[in-house]
């Protein structure tokens, strides 16, 4: 069972401004995914071990060799904003170490 | 209501650990092949990988993981046979995925130690893991009174930085160490470094950024068996700066306690000026970094001999090298320290395998040269010098041509670009005088005008030959052997 | 001239260029007057290459001119799910917070097929960021279903399927995570794959379940499709989890089809409620033809299959709410409102993303959050295991398993846009082999005698066997067509 509150707080973890209305509509929906998905857990799994890659390839390295990278203006292409030759951003509220 | 250092002791045991972020030397990115020279103009060393533009994908760069191998073996650590890479996830401008691609509860080493010499006596720093992650971009804060982001109104970012190889060390937690926690704090950052130099995997330079230290303390009350809440302290960019902040916290945290407060659990920033530290980010709600293992990289299985064909190339890393030359220079710990500190191990090792004696050696470079380094505010390193201009110089004594006050005079030149050794005492005609007859005539000479003191070494006053033998070497200007000199007129006189 | 230059296959098309019968810019027009006719109708393309692409085209018969060789699909037009990064086309990847960015690097499947001489026509409306099964979670509006325009064409590559069955090109690329390539290919009658996982790169692939993501093919026949497939796949170094393999013989595989001797295996879980009488009816026709021609068909269970679905709705969202946090505003894409940073990137996020995305964004988080990992997204990658196990065992009774890609024919616009679980329910059958990064495609079989709507077949095989499905995909397809006297998309009357 997931609350309004706790819907509200994971749309902050996940940086996502969501208005009343959507937390009103999206809320159930997410209880009631939730719970359907919840149901993974009738299953035994004792000792099965979980598989975060199907391929089964291990060690895929390249060399430290350089490659042709991107100008900056090519990196800067998509920038909302920009000032010598950096992104900018607004103001930053919590120092990040 | 303030404590001082030695009263904190009094009551309490410091506890202290150490994160530190190294920046490897490889040639390009951890996951991309974007140069990771350093100065560059912004935004010029990117790619789509490490810009995170949509889309892009990472691959690792195989000396990455042998560097860090490397690292661990050098810590004595446990090197896992499998493990993964795994997404730290959270939101800062200077991550352009917003996540960072770190290693969770599957380092690629751990388990470790590293020994530290301290006043001589041996501590064993535990070291919980090494592992590897991607470095940020920086950020320029503009706006502010102090460049920092309080007060900024909007921040510049460079992604130059983003990507390159970062290997983070943490200590396992180090008690016992008394009085002496920041010393042996600071020893350890140094040791670690010289290691880390040994290995050239780093350039290691903390006030380039390359070394990054985040010191952590905590103080149990002295008998109790319980560990206080720790605090962790950033910015702290220079050796002289961890041990400062790991006492600086030690006296706040015993201020707090005695008064009945309790520490927080929080990150501090240290100031350089003042060595204090202040209160950063509350860590009263750990950050859920939310970690799953990175879907977008296979798993890293370093193959047994790889890994023992790693071991076999390390060079000898500081320890063994301090036990060597401790032993076959008969030093105390003392001795050794100093000659470490004053970096001249290098230069010393170098001038015995170019001829000279190890006591010559030492002699000359912990003396005269030492001082002459200090005098202009270098490294020893740095004098414009040889080991073998040294060893000749010293050769030159042995051989009796120079005595050592001309060999400073001797060093004096070729420090000042004169030349050679040998070259210099050509140009300044500083060879000992070692023709007996011009010695001879000048004995004459100097007798001549002593004859008071003649007669009281032919007297039987050996000692008194010494005015004779001090107006000889003037006379000569220094280029007679006293030795020599005394010799002859001990023989005259008799 | 044009309209029948449309109604053929690539195959012709290529053979017809190389050979100098036709040009590559009159073939290339053709499908650009083709799509000036219908897509106001259809709404399959995003953006549409005009004029580059008739300059790409003009670079084909320039080569050919000069007597250089062709690739293998020489000026055939190609549409480009707006999920690969396309440089000077805008890839929006469906979604609103994207709107204009032109990428600054192309995916290395694109380049692939340039350098196989392909035209790119232009990119296709898909469901914002791949989640979806019918293009209505778009920020640009739905595309259409071709046989009739009041339904969905599935998804989350929907507008490809529906451009290819439109005959606006004749292939299309996707992506299928859950089924977004199998499942649309079925609700429009054509075939599409979803290669083995690896076997196509990511490189340049936005990023929706990095895990389950795979590159795949949509052609109107099966050879079609296996060239494809067979131009686009491959190793890529820039993606670290490609395989080091050659690439099944696809296209051998498609000129041979052939099922006599082949084992085959009915996945009895996928059956039952829920299920469309005219699909399963279908679907009983299409096991007795294959039985016909010599293949023995059983039933094999795999009992964990059931848990494939909510096993899927955990992995893929975990992994979808970490791919998606890039998008903040900062460095390209939507920014706006007012304040700090963290405020900004909030109302970028929130005016940017449309309601699947956010849900999705926080199911992930709400998984992958200390304290539930385990029981959420740790337990449900054990239940991938068992279901990687389950094929296992599946593939060691028979050559391939079959069963009905989607459950239903296409439904309504509208019909499940704001009921997620409904939704979800079309990828029922797909999903397992996403978790098990195996190969598996979809057939068209017919029309549901109900609705006169497609019904395709899924055709599953292990890993690195890409070749059986089109082995079985090439014999069915042609006893069928033989059966019909037409190919089915003649049928197809929306338009």
């Known amino acids: 069972m997931i609350t309004r509150d706790d819907v509200a707080h994971l749309a902050r973890l996940s940086r996502l401004a969501l208005s009343d209305e959507e937390l009103d509509h999206l809320a159930p929906q997410l209880d009631q995914i939730i719970s359907a998905v919840a149901q993974v857990q009738e299953v035994a799994a004792e000792g099965i071990p979980p598989t975060s890659h199907a391929t089964g390839l291990a060690n895929v390295f390249r060399d430290d060799e350089p490659r042709p990278c991107l100008t900056p203006e090519e990196a800067l292409s998509g920038a909302p904003a920009v000032e010598m030759q950096r992104f900018k951003v607004p103001r930053i509220l919590v120092e990040e170490g | 209501m303030t404590v001082t250092y030695d009263e904190a002791l009094t009551r309490y045991e410091p506890v202290f650990g150490l994160e530190t972020h190294v920046e490897l030397g490889t040639r390009t990115k951890m996951f991309c092949g974007c140069l990771t020279t350093f100065g560059g103009e912004p935004n010029s060393q990117v790619c789509p990988v490490c810009l995170g533009l949509p889309g892009s994908l990472p691959v690792v760069n195989r000396t990455s993981i042998e560097y860090t191998v490397k690292i661990g073996l050098a810590l004595n650590c446990s090197i896992a046979s499998w493990c993964r890479f795994a997404r730290k996830n959270y939101f800062y401008p200077d991550m352009p995925k917003n996540f960072q691609i770190s290693q969770y509860d599957e380092p690629l080493c751990t388990d470790g130690y590293l020994d530290v010499s301290v006043g001589g006596e041996i501590v064993r720093v535990g070291i919980e893991r090494v592992h590897l992650e991607e470095d940020t971009g920086k950020s320029l804060h503009v706006g502010g009174a102090t460049g920092r982001i309080h007060g900024a109104e909007y921040s510049l970012v460079d992604y130059n930085r983003a990507g390159i190889p970062l290997v983070e060390i943490v200590t396992k937690p180090v008690p016992g160490t008394g009085f002496l926690a920041p010393e042996v704090a600071r020893a350890y950052v140094t040791e670690l470094r010289d290691v880390l130099r040994s290995l050239d995997v780093s350039d290691v330079r903390m006030e380039e950024g390359s070394m990054r230290c985040d010191v952590n303390t905590s103080l149990s009350v002295l008998g109790s068996g319980v560990w206080g809440t720790r605090t962790e302290t950033k910015n702290v960019n220079s050796l002289r700066s961890v041990e400062r902040a790991v006492r600086t916290e030690i006296e706040r945290q015993a201020a707090v306690l005695d008064e009945g407060g309790r520490v927080i659990q929080e990150t501090r920033h240290f100031h350089e000026d003042t060595g204090a530290t202040t209160s950063g980010r509350s860590k009263e709600e750990a950050q859920d970094y939310r970690y799953f293992p990175e879907p977008d990289l296979v798993p890293v299985a370093p193959a047994a001999e790889w890994v023992e064909s790693i071991r076999a190339s390390l060079p000898e890393l500081p320890s063994a090298r301090r036990a060597r030359l401790i032993s076959s220079w008969a030093l105390t710990d003392l001795e050794f320290e100093s000659m470490r500190n004053a970096g001249a191990l290098d230069a010393v090792e170098a001038t015995i395998a170019a001829g000279a004696s190890s006591g010559d050696a030492r002699k000359w470079w912990m003396g005269e040269l030492a001082r002459r380094a200090n005098e202009a505010g270098v490294e020893m390193a740095s004098l414009p010098i040889t080991p073998a201009d040294v060893a000749r110089v010293s050769a030159l004594v042995s051989a009796g041509t120079l005595n050592d006050r001309l060999a400073r005079q001797v060093l004096d030149g070729v420090l000042a670009a004169e030349g050679t050794p040998d070259e210099v005492v050509a140009k300044r005609g500083l060879a000992v005088v070692s023709d007996d007859s011009a010695l001879l005539a000048a004995i004459d000479e100097a007798i001549a005008a002593n004859l008071d003191v003649a007669e009281k070494v032919r007297s039987g006053k050996v000692a008194a030959s010494g005015v004779i033998v001090g107006a000889v070497i003037k006379a000569t200007k220094g280029k007679a052997d006293a030795a020599r000199v005394r010799d002859l007129v001990l023989e005259r006189l008799s | ?471 079985v995909a090439a014999a069915v397809e042609k006893a069928f067509t033989d059966r019909w006297g037409h190919p089915l998309l003649d049928e197809a009357k929306g338009l």
């Open chain 3, 1 to 471: 001239m044009g309209s029948e230059l449309v109604r053929k296959t690539a195959a012709e098309l290529a053979a017809a260029i190389t050979s100098g019968e036709v040009s590559a810019v009159e073939v290339t027009q053709a499908h650009l007057d083709r799509i000036t006719a219908v897509d106001d109708r259809v709404k399959a393309f995003l953006h549409v290459a005009g004029d580059d692409a008739l300059a790409q085209a003009r670079a084909v018969d320039g080569k050919r001119a000069r007597g250089e060789s062709l690739g293998s699909l020489a000026g055939v037009p190609v549409a480009v799910k707006d999920l690969y990064a396309t440089v000077g086309m805008p890839t929006t990847c469906g979604s609103k917070i994207l709107e204009g960015w032109v990428p600054p690097y192309e995916s290395t499947v694109t380049a692939r097929l340039r350098a196989a001489d392909a035209v790119l026509i232009g990119k296709t409306n898909m469901d914002e960021f791949a989640m979806g099964s019918s293009t209505e979670n778009s920020g640009y509006g739905p595309s259409r279903n071709p046989w009739d325009l009041a339904k969905v064409p599935g998804g989350s590559s929907g507008g490809s399927a529906a451009a290819v069955a439109a005959f606006e090109a004749p292939l299309a690329l996707g992506t299928d995570t859950g089924g977004s390539i199998r499942q649309p290919a079925a609700v429009c009658g054509i075939v599409g794959a979803k290669p083995t996982y690896g076997g196509s790169s990511r490189y340049g692939v936005v990023a929706f379940a990095s895990s389950l993501d795979t590159p795949g093919p949509f052609g109107r026949t099966v050879l079609d499709a296996a060239l494809l497939h067979q131009a686009m796949s491959g190793h890529d170094p820039m993606d670290a989890t490609s395989i080091d393999a050659a690439v099944p013989p696809v296209v051998e595989a498609a000129r041979h089809g052939d099922v006599a001797g082949m084992t085959i295996g009915i996945v009895t879980e996928f059956a039952g409620d829920g299920y469309q009488a005219g699909v399963m009816s279908r679907f009983a026709e299409a096991v007795e033809l294959l039985q016909a021609l010599g293949a023995k068909v059983t039933e094999v269970s795999c009992p964990h299959f059931k848990y494939a679905l909510p096993a899927y709705y955990l992995i893929a969202p975990s992994e979808v709410s970490s791919n998606l946090a890039r998008f903040d505003g900062m460095r390209y894409g939507l920014r706006t409102g007012h304040g700090s940073a963290e405020e900004i990137m909030a109302q970028s996020r929130a005016a940017g993303f449309g309601a699947e995305a956010k849900r999705r964004i926080m199911l992930g988080t709400y998984a992958l959050s200390s304290g539930y990992y385990d029981a959420y997204y740790g337990k449900a990658q054990q239940v991938r295991t068992l279901i990687i196990r389950d094929f296992e065992a599946a593939f060691e009774q028979v050559d391939v398993l079959i069963s009905p890609p989607t459950p239903t024919t296409a439904f309504d616009i509208g019909e499940r846009a704001d009921d997620p679980m409904a939704m979800y329910l079309a990828d029922l059958c797909t999903i397992p082999s996403n978790l098990a990064g195996n190969a598996a495609l979809s057939v068209p079989i017919g029309l549901a005698p109900e609705n006169g709507l497609p019904v395709g077949l899924q055709v599953m095989a292990p890993p690195l066997a890409d070749d059986r499905l089109y082995r």
